[in-house]
């Protein structure tokens, strides 16, 4: 079964437990499903490849991480909470994610393979470093262990 439709079945129990943070967050979620096969020039019914469906999901824990910076930043803690919470949902519905450990691994073997030396070429390297990672790790950590390396 696709993540997607995995997401979807997850709304009637989502309603029948009357709980509204999972049910706003899964409503969202498939929003942006829509929202994406629109953009592809699909129909509505049709259904994401995985892949697709990570991005989306990605896209909404994004926007939930800058919301909790922007909202802790201006003393609103209340709101960063309500962030948190629907944060904590989304991320259940991402594959586990590297850690630091992992990315360092492989960013300290391209490091060698490619031949980095400088720190005016970090910016590429952070890139080659996502790609090889395929979408498994989170970019501010990959920035962090790249910049580690360089110091």
């Known amino acids: 079964m696709s993540l997607q439709q995995t997401i979807k079945d997850q709304m009637k129990p989502a309603m029948i437990a009357k709980d509204a943070v999972r049910l706003g967050v899964i409503r969202g979620l498939m929003a942006g499903f829509i929202n994406e096969l ?87 390297f952070i890139g080659v470093v996502m790609k090889e990672t395929k979408g498994q790790a989170d970019g501010m950590d990959v920035k962090a262990v790249v910049e580690s390396l360089f110091q």
Do not use: H, W, Y
């Not at 939930?64 to 709101?79: A, H």
């Open 38 to 124: 629109v953009a592809k020039n699909k129909s509505p019914q049709d259904a994401l490849i995985d892949e697709e469906t990570i991005a989306v999901v990605k896209k909404a824990v994004k926007q939930r991480k800058d919301s909790i910076d922007q909202f802790t930043k201006g003393g609103r803690e209340d709101l960063a909470i309500d962030e948190k919470a629907e944060l904590a949902i989304l991320e259940t519905f991402l594959p586990k994610m590297m850690g630091q450990d992992e990315i360092k691994k492989i960013a300290e073997v391209l490091k060698i393979k490619m031949a980095v030396t400088d720190k005016a070429k970090m910016g590429q």
